[in-house]
Nanobody
Framework: QVQLVESGGGLVQPGGSLRLSCAVS????????MRWYRQPPGKGRELVAQ????????SYPVSVKGRFTISRDGTKNTVYLQMNSLKPEDTAVYYC?????????WGQGTQVTVSS
C-alpha cells in the first residue's frame, strides 16, 4: 500500500527554520520524482522543490531558492525539505508529491505557520 506521510510542520518565528519529512511506503523514493508543494490560505498550490529520480538533481523557484533544500534518504525511504530564513509568506500547507510516468501520489499535508 502506498503512503506518503508528512511531518515536521508547526509554528515558527520569522527567520527561523523547520525541517519537513515525507515518509514513504510502497515504493522507493529514489525511483520517483519527488516534489514539495505548498498552498497558502486562499491561494493555489505552488511547487517549491523537486528532486529527480536516480540522479537526484534538485530545482527550486526563485521564491525559495537559497533558503529551501530538498533531499532524500534511501535507507529511511524519506524525503526532506529543510526550510531556513522563513518568512510570513511561507505560511502554507506543505504537501509531498511523487510522480513517475502517469502515477501521481500525494500526502495529506502539514501546516507551516511563520509568525511572530
Amino acid at each position: 500500500q502506498v503512503q506518503l506521510v508528512e511531518s515536521g510542520g508547526g509554528l515558527v518565528q520569522p527567520g527561523g527554520s523547520l525541517r519537513l519529512s515525507c515518509a514513504v511506503s510502497g515504493f522507493s523514493v529514489s525511483s520517483y520524482v519527488m516534489r514539495w508543494y505548498r498552498q497558502p490560505p486562499g491561494k493555489g498550490r505552488e511547487l517549491v522543490a523537486q528532486i529527480t529520480n536516480y540522479a537526484g538533481s534538485t530545482s527550486y523557484p526563485v521564491s525559495v531558492k537559497g533558503r529551501f533544500t530538498i533531499s532524500r534518504d534511501g535507507t529511511k525511504n524519506t524525503v526532506y525539505l529543510q526550510m531556513n530564513s522563513l518568512k510570513p509568506e511561507d505560511t502554507a500547507v506543505y504537501y509531498c508529491n511523487a510522480i513517475r510516468f502517469s502515477t501521481d501520489y500525494w500526502g495529506q499535508g502539514t501546516q507551516v505557520t511563520v509568525s511572530s
